[in-house]
């Protein structure tokens, strides 16, 4: 008896032992690790429909996703060579910081402390978003600013909690907050109507109303109570690598603002036309590849995975999904949204 | 060893000596241990130093003294989101011991009822407590804990049906007693509220209970040292009622029930009984209550059949055997495991996670945690916070256990 | 006297009247309904109160089940087949039972491997639990498994299993070699041997990771009930010898050592599992080497092992301190030393003692496996909470989902502690 348990443990022991030292060490820039390794480890969250979910088939889908998909297609010329971290409010940011992955494009809001406290960077914004209120159309609610006494469930992990109390502080009403750690739980409570009001992003909002039973049964208020800039964010300290996630979400919004789509993106490389900002997006004139240590077509390679901006935000959150965001805000700049990139020279 | 005349060998300290020598073998592998814990732990240390993100954030507890900005709705001693990081803490900690002790009473009684029941000759009970045993002590606490949120926010009335109606009419469900409302936002139920002189009230009330104590080993003592039979439960009712009444109207009825009434959303006033704590304390009650009916069962097991018998011989009616003969003996077996089943509630109800309410996990090890971004202080004063819950319940328990323990002499 | 008496008679009696029957009351059923169900108004009363509580029971259930459906693929169809007649709308279970099973990031096309993997357990596990039953050379399917398992699950090249066990084995003979010229030598001979052959045949590995091959799955893929078996059985195995020597450690009379042992398993037995699941989290990526693929479920396999190991270590303690004292004076007496000891004597009979509440702890173990689903790991619970009620087929489906968890958990638990109480029955030793 004795001896077989020994045995058997230390079998066992030496599996878990094995498993480690054959996972080598390497160390150097982010980039290096990643084309090294051979896929991008991308941290999202554990579902948001439209934003990151997977799919029956376990495929994850999304327009967070689209953006990691984007990143591994300019470093590693393959979309699918991602792994999809999932991640929650409390372990995004260490995970992050402690490198297990290379980039975070899970709803993170742009703040001060976190760009600066928590040493992290925000490459851009691909969402404008901001937090809104939902009830219960029956409830006969149509400002926020009726809402005092109420129950509110909030999803907890961002900076939702936050600002839910300053609103209501500054507008000298109470309430009884009821934090629920998943999206999908929040959204149960609310429906059974243990709570009034459901607070969080808009855009997660209109995201879970479209799976509602009867989504006229509950409507969105009209105030925004806090600017949600959304974007990825890398590391602290390697810029480099910070440039590269930075300029491929700006190659996507570009080549919407300039026609590229996923649909001639190919055919405008193959046979270079007289537009220079086009040609040296593509790789087709300049050597802005190479200046970021990637392949000349690198923007040409995120494109033909996920299509441009406005492609990505029309499969998956526009309004002709189930989710039917307008842009709005996220329009280009060009029909009064806010989405800019900055030139590619 | 005898014919050889050697002298003791003093100076003759050899290395070998440091493994065969049992003198010395013991100074050598306790070397070795000390010298790999140093290692291991500066290996640890040293990977932490290769972290450029630990190193720039530094390890500090000063967020624990700015501003929290969150709310917390459970809220034992005054909290605004304007208090600090380290009040949320406080109370996060507070409304740990609030569940932790309410699911231990609880479980207690649930586990010593199953545990007598499933002894019990009629067999459709000892049964169905069987049943009620596997089913809970097989299934992870977790899932318990969400089944009973999720049927607590689907099965209870919702509150939309006590709202006032705008047109005016009745609203469709009302108050019971006037009292009492269970709806799908939690148990309102009303709040004593002490006036000025409440509080003599209160003392008088307290100062009762001490009576009624005092009262019942006064009859012990008459019953065991004359033999008399003294009653016990109308003096005691007096004893416990009538100052504190008498006081109450003197005093001009300075404590009043506070009860529940609709406002526009929910009830306002009175005192609220969160979905989060009805699921967390039910929870944990039930699922405990499955193992404390074990261990009673197995104590009871423990006693001889002799003693019931014999107690049974002297004429006690079935009920009396358990609780003046089995019980007292059984509990020296029960009380060891029971400690532990009162750590694991104190320690499950860091579960408390999972349906939102703010305990020491929800507030300092979740939304602290979360907005701060201080993962290594927070973990670090979350465990200890629990180590020291964990070694307060220990240490009270086993005073208590020394006290009924079997003193062999 | 008799004689004179038979014969002053005219009649006797030469055989004895037939009993006549009980009357119907004290009678078969009847009788037992009235002795165990109504012997008094008390137990009256309990019995109704029984009797009301299943039929409530039974009520909400059976119908739920029987009218339940299995059909369709989301629940605007569940709906619409069930008609409001109170049935379950099992389709969900159909739907995405591969999901609660193998979680949704395990290739679709590879399931049959861990599947293969479970079946195994079932040749792999009775030469252990049934050891005084089973011959002894059975119990090398059991010291194969773990090794078989791995290749399966995670896949790779069968090199580095098959290279990982002949180095272990190597370590094993060498000790056995070399043991005779003293315990401690022939354990550290043992240890340094493995520890050669190992990264030995870490580099072979690495240069010939094509040899019969199978496809390579990450560990983030594990997920639904098979992490939860995953991480059962492993951090079980993994805890088992990390217990015995906190026991021991904890027995000894070197103060360092005994130090060490009390503090750390006072430490984690004080602390809620769900806190060191947030050290493997959140904090314990910082004190691993960086860049070292030591990913979520290895931190997590660490933290849980160290967990159940204090738990272990007390219940081995108590068998061992259950053991007589004239056993222990007995080796001494032998004049074996402490290995000799340990091993030959004390050991066999405390882990004898100790093997029920080790299960316990195994089966409470296993239950709390579902806390990884709090860090973002995907088990059976993560599975549920996570991906299907947040996907927009099945959002509103949560009593079937979580039975389908409850009837799963039920089963592996039940089965492990009806086998414990069988074994307790059977290592009772005092024939009461």
Redesign the interface.
Known sequence: ??K????????????????????????GSTLA?VQERGSLNCGVT????GFA??D???VWQGFDVAVCRAVAAGVLGDPTAV?F???????R???L????IDMLARNTTWTFS?DT???FDFVGVNYYDGQGFMVPA???VSSATE?????VCIQ????T??N???F??VNGMS???????????A???Y??????VYTTDRSALAAQR????DPDGSVILPEVVSKEPLGPLV???DSEWGDIVRWTLNALITAEELGVTKGNVEEMAAAPGDNPEINRLLGTEGELGAMIGLEADWAKNAIAAVGNYGEVFDTNIGEST?IGLARGLNAQYTDGGLIYSPPFR | MTTMTDPPQVEGFRIGQLINDTRYRSYTFQFIALVCLILGFSWLAYNASQNDQLQSNGFSYEFLYNPAGYDINQQPIPYTSQDTHLRATIIGAINTIIVAFLACVTATIFGVIAGVLRLSNNWIISKLMSVYVEMFRNIPVLIWIIIIFTVAANTFPPISEFRLPRDGSDPERGLLFGMFAATNQGVFVPRLVFADLGWIVAATFLASIAGVFGWKAHAKRKLYGEGKEVPVLGPSLAILLVPTIVVYFILGMPVSLENPEMGRFRFEGGFLLRPSLIALWFALSIYTGAFIAENVRAGILAISKGQSEAAAALGLRPGRIMSLVVLPQALRVIIPPLISQYLNITKNTSLAIAVGYMDLTGTLGGITLNQTGRALECILLLMLFYLTFSLAISAIMNVYNNSVKLKER | MSDTHAQSVAFVRKTEIPASPPPMAETGALKWVRENLFSGPFNTIMTLLGLLVIFYLLSGLIPWIVNGTWEGSNIQECRAILQGNGGGCFAVIADRWPQLLFGFQYPDYLRWRPTLAFLLLFAAVPPALFVMYLPRWTLIATAVYPFVAYWLIWGGTVLSPVLTAASLLAGYLVFQKVERRGFVLGLAAGIATAFVALTISGFITSAASGVLALELVESRAMGGFMLNMILGTVCVSLSIPLGILLALGRQSKLPIVKGFCVVFIEFVRGVPLITLLFVANVVLAYFLPPNANFDLIIRVIIMITMFSAAYIAEVIRGGLAALPKGQYEAADSLGLDYPQAMRLIILPQALKISIPGIVNVAVGLFKDTTLVSIISMFDLVGMIRGPILSSTQWVGVYWELWAAACVLFFIVCYGISQYSQWLERQLRTDHR
Do not use: W
């Open positions: 008896m004795n077989s348990v020994f045995l058997g443990a230390v079998a066992a022991a030496s599996v878990g032992a094995t498993g480690i030292a054959f996972a080598d060490g390497h160390s690790t554990t579902g948001v429909p979910e997977p029956s088939d376990g792994t971290v999932p991640t929650t409010g409390k372990t940011f260490t995970a910081a402690s490198g297990e976190r406290d928590l040493k029956d409830l006969g809402l005092d006494g109420a129950t907890t992990g961002t900076t909690e936050l839910l109390a300053d209501f502080r309430y009884e907050p009821v934090p629920i750690e998943t999206g999908a739980e959204v149960q409570q429906l059974a109507g243990a709570c009034d479209a799976g509602f039973e590391r602290h300290g189930a």
